[in-house]
């Protein structure tokens, strides 16, 4: 098989979803079945990576001018592929793939990247309109499969009337990059980490507005770290809500990280949190889980796992919620987080391996090249 991903951007300012996919055609290149892998993309500063380390991958970056890189629609043309797997929805390069796929009739993917869930149907709510008349809805219509990260982004995608199959499969993490924390290290000063995108998507009003609340005596001795980039209109509002409750030698707004300094972000907190209010997978609550963090995450997440194997707190969206979950886990001893920590590291590497996620994958691709035997992650 000869596989073609597609994706706007790789860079390493984008998020979750250029490590994911990244990640994926990294192992994709192992299975003997696939014998090239291709990752079309448009130019970026900072990719997070050029190129594979194998020769049956590679990656190439396009020039991107008005909106349409004539550049990416060349190559769509005539690139030798058995199947094209377009991730994300709303730009051009996916359209430009799903469009030539359709000429070409050549089977096509689309990872909806959690763009169809309703909260974030609501931004810029006049624009997706226009597309969806425009190209968007049929895009996603003759798809010959849909890729869902979860139940819950997969109903999402149901309720908007779309019956094309949809594959729920997660995303990957590559463990050996996020390796557990070594829990001999105590420190005094316990920290509590926030870690993405800095976006009001992101409940950090939320995060800042529980820790107010939360009890003097049970805060003492521990600090909040927010981690990430974003505009810096919005973080400089944040900063004076901050300055407004006097909590300036608590809560720290620092800038983003990438790789090593990421993992040991990730590796010195003593609790993750993402009260987010909308999220199909988040890549970061799994870089988490799998460096032995415990994690609370709301229920705008699909992480009702951290419940079940007792690896941290899926809440209800809001300061309540927050605070009390936030006063729980910081009461708890090191230990008992520890212990936490443990469960999520065995659930990443159960489920959310790559290696897990790539061979689902790599099914998908046999069902829908060859006809074969339908995967029992696939819904009609």
Known sequence: MKIT?????????????????????????????????????????????????????????????????????????????DLFHGHGIWEQPVHQMAKKARKR???????VRGMLEP???????????????????????????????????????RA???????????????????PVKDFSKKRDLKKILFLSRIHPKKGIEILINSWEKLNPEIRENWIVEIAGNGEEVYIESLNKIIKSK???????????????????????????????????????????????????????????????????RWIDIGEEPLKIALSELMMKTDFDREIMGKNGRKLIEEKY?????????????EWIIFKEKKPDFVYL
């Not at 908007?160 to 996020?178: E, K, R, S, V, W």
Request: net charge negative; charged share 20%; aromatic share 8%.
């Open 353 to 365: 391996s790559i290696e897990a996620v790539a061979k689902k994958m790599e099914e998908l691709y």
């Open 119 to 157: 909260w974030s149907l609501t931004q810029g709510k006049f624009k997706k309109k226009i597309a969806l008349m425009l190209f968007q809805h049929k895009d996603l219509q003759r798809a010959n499969c849909l890729h869902a990260t979860g139940k819950m982004e997969l109903e999402s995608i």
């Open 160 to 178: 908007l009337g779309f019956n094309n199959p949809i594959a729920d499969i997660p995303n990957g993490i590559q463990t050996d990059q996020y």
């Open 246 to 312: 006097n909590l300036e030698n608590q809560i720290t707004i620092v800038g983003p990280v990438f790789g090593v300094e990421k993992v040991n972000s990730y590796q010195n907190a003593d609790i993750f949190v993402l009260p987010t209010y909308s999220e199909n997978f988040g890549i970061v609550i799994a870089e988490a889980l799998s460096c032995g963090t415990p994690v609370i995450t709301t229920k705008g997440t699909p992480w009702e796992e951290l419940e079940k194997e007792n690896a941290g």
């Open 105 to 111: 009739n050549l089977p096509y993917i689309i990872s």
């Open 5 to 81: 991903h597609c994706i706007s951007s790789i860079d390493e300012s984008t998020g979750g979803p250029a490590r994911s996919v990244t990640n994926l055609c990294e192992e994709l290149i192992k299975y003997d079945r696939i014998k090239e892998v291709s990752l079309l993309t448009l130019s970026s500063i900072k990719p997070l990576v050029r190129d594979f380390q194998s020769s049956k991958g590679k990656i190439e970056f396009f020039l991107i001018s008005l909106g349409i890189s004539k550049q990416l629609d060349k190559r769509l043309s005539v690139i030798n592929t």
